[in-house]
């Protein structure tokens, strides 16, 4: 169970622009599966990235974050979820500041993706050493990001949840 959450309540992202009102960072998910109510599909809280909503400490063996909405806040937006059903090559695309989760997945099937996040180069993310910068276009006039290490054949992850690229084989 992915609780509900503002990727921006993770993510430290600055702008370097002072007169920019965010980020201007959208998450790309993949789907390499299809994925419906059964087996996880994202489900979103239209226009609550229009608002930083109150987290809370989320606990439990089956939550897969530590912080989502909190309860008495999610109450007053739950009713308004939508469910992002895709087939396998499609994709959804948000901004990274949209509330939205996932249910357990209860069917026999994968639910299986990629996710992306894609922001100017001007956007400084503040995640320690395991961020890592991957320029999609132009050229990186700001240096703020540490640019990974561009891949070089079919890796693997060396351990679960690997997300820096010396963690692929």
């Known amino acids: 169970v992915v609780p509900f959450h503002q990727d921006a309540v993770y993510w430290n992202l600055e702008h370097t622009d002072?007169?920019?009102?965010?980020?201007?960072?959208?998450?790309?998910?993949l789907a390499f599966t299809d994925v419906d109510e059964r087996n996880a599909a994202l489900r979103v809280l239209p226009a609550s990235h229009k608002l930083e909503l109150e987290h809370a400490e989320y606990t439990g063996e089956e939550q897969v974050l530590g912080r989502g909405v909190a309860p008495p806040v999610l109450e007053q937006w739950i009713e308004s979820a939508e469910t992002l059903t895709l087939r396998a090559g499609e994709i959804s695309i948000h901004d990274y500041r949209i509330a939205h989760g996932s249910p357990a997945n209860t069917s026999s099937r994968l639910r299986c993706g990629l996710n992306m996040t894609f922001s100017p180069m001007d956007v400084k993310g503040s995640l320690g050493d395991n961020f890592e910068a991957y320029p999609a276009r132009g050229e990186d006039r700001f240096r703020l990001n540490a640019i990974g290490k561009a891949p070089t054949g079919d890796g693997l992850p060396t351990k679960p949840g690997g997300s820096h690229s010396s963690e692929f084989l």
């Open 18 to 29: 002072p007169a920019a009102t965010s980020p201007h960072t959208v998450v790309v998910w």
